[in-house]
C-alpha cells in the first residue's frame, strides 16, 4: 500500500509499505477519509514526545473493513466504520480509575503506532464504530475531533440558558460552538482573528462573532469561556471574561513550556472554576451519535480534500491557518 511517512523530524515522503494483517480482535480499515490536525504538525516538527520514528499519520479516520482477524464477531468486511485512536494500557493507575486519556503508557493510532494517512490502516475492532444511516464516511472522519470536544462538555457545568464565549473558530471551536447551541445555551460568542472564519462561525448559528471580544456587549462576562486556540495571548484575554462564579475551560493545546498570568485573587474572590479537557474519554460512541443526528453541520466543517501525494501542499495550507477541516482521501 501507499503510505504518508514521516521518517524523522521535518522529513516527510509518500512510500510504498506492506498492507497490514488483522491480528486477533484487529480489522484492517481501508481509509476513505483522514482529518489533520495540530497534533500532526507537532509530529512532524518533532515536538511531540510519544511519537516514535518513521511512523504513518493520521488518527481522524474513517472506511471500510476489508479485513477481519480471529475472534472479531462483531464486525464483518464492507462494513462502514468511524476508528477511536485511542489505544490505553488498561492496567496503570488512571486506567483503573477510569481516566484513560491521563493513561501512563498512552498511545494512539497515527501518533504512536502507524496511522491512517495511507490506503489501508489496522485498528482494534473494539475500537470500531459502525456509521449510522445517513453519516457519509467523509463526515465520519470528523467524529474523532467531535469526540474530544464532547469529553470537553462533560466537564462543564451545562446549565441551560448560560452563555458562552469561545475562542477560536477553527475545527475545535466550530464544534464547541455547535455543540453548545445544541446544549440550550442563552447565547454562543466566538473570537478569531480571521473574518472568513466568523463568516463560518455565523453560518454555523453562533450569536455573535468578532475579532476581539471588546467588539461584544457584555460587560458581566460569560458564564461559560473555551480557549480553542493554545495561543497565550488569547488565554489571558479569555481568562478576564469569565463572569463570576463562572467557568473557564482549556480546552485548546498550548506549548509545553507556555505559561500565562492571571489573577489568583479573582479566581479566589469571584468564584472562578478552571478547568482542562484532554482528547478522548468515554466519548466517541456518543459523538457517534450525536453526528448520526445531526447535530454538526459536517459538510460545512470539512474545507479541503488533498490525496496522498499532495500531503506536504496539505501541511502548509493548515499551517497558514486555510480553510476549516482538511482532509487526506488516499484513494482520491
Known amino acids: 500500500m501507499r503510505a504518508v511517512v514521516i521518517e524523522e523530524p521535518g522529513t516527510v515522503q509518500v512510500s510504498t509499505m506492506d498492507d497490514p494483517a488483522p491480528g486477533a480482535g484487529e480489522v484492517v480499515v481501508e481509509v476513505s477519509a483522514c482529518g489533520i490536525c495540530g497534533t500532526d504538525i507537532h509530529i512532524v516538527d518533532g515536538e511531540f514526545a510519544p511519537s516514535p520514528y518513521p511512523i504513518v499519520p493520521g488518527h481522524e479516520f474513517a472506511g471500510t473493513v ?4 480471529a475472534g472479531t464477531t462483531r464486525l464483518r468486511e464492507g462494513d462502514l466504520v468511524a476508528v477511536d485512536p485511542s489505544l490505553f494500557c488498561g492496567t496503570c493507575h488512571y486506567c483503573s480509575i477510569g481516566h484513560g486519556n491521563l493513561c501512563e503508557r498512552w498511545g494512539a493510532i497515527g501518533v504512536t503506532k502507524n496511522g491512517a494517512c495511507a490506503e489501508y490502516a489496522l485498528a482494534p475492532a473494539e475500537n470500531c464504530y459502525p456509521l449510522p444511516d445517513g453519516v457519509g464516511l467523509t463526515q465520519a472522519a ?23 464565549l469561545i475562542y477560536g473558530a477553527g475545527t475545535m471551536g466550530l464544534l464547541m460552538a455547535q455543540l ?10 466566538i473570537v478569531d482573528l480571521q473574518v472568513d472564519r466568523l463568516d463560518v462561525a455565523r453560518k454555523l448559528g453562533v450569536d455573535a462573532a468578532a475579532t476581539r471580544a471588546d467588539d461584544f456587549d457584555r460587560p458581566q462576562g460569560w458564564e461559560v469561556v473555551i480557549d480553542c486556540t493554545g495561543v497565550i495571548a488569547a488565554i489571558e484575554d479569555a481568562l478576564t471574561r469569565v463572569r463570576r462564579g463562572g467557568t473557564y475551560q482549556q480546552f485548546g493545546v498550548a506549548p509545553a513550556d507556555a505559561t500565562a498570568t492571571f489573577s489568583p485573587f ?9 478547568v482542562g479537557s484532554m482528547a478522548v474519554l468515554h466519548s466517541y460512541g456518543r459523538a457517534v451519535e450525536l453526528m448520526g443526528r445531526g447535530v454538526i453541520d459536517a459538510d460545512t466543517m470539512i474545507s479541503h480534500a488533498f490525496t496522498l501525494d499532495d500531503y506536504p501542499r496539505a501541511l502548509e495550507t493548515f499551517r497558514a491557518s486555510g480553510g476549516r477541516k482538511l482532509q487526506v482521501r488516499p484513494r482520491s
Open 66 to 69: 476489508t479485513a477481519v482477524g
Open 142 to 164: 470528523l467524529i474523532e475531533p467531535l469526540s474530544c470536544a464532547v469529553r470537553g462538555f462533560d466537564l462543564l457545568p451545562r446549565r441551560f440558558g448560560e452563555h458562552y
Open 180 to 189: 453548545a447551541r445544541n446544549a440550550c445555551a442563552g447565547s454562543v460568542s
Open 266 to 274: 479573582r479566581v479566589y474572590n469571584d468564584e472562578i472554576t478552571i
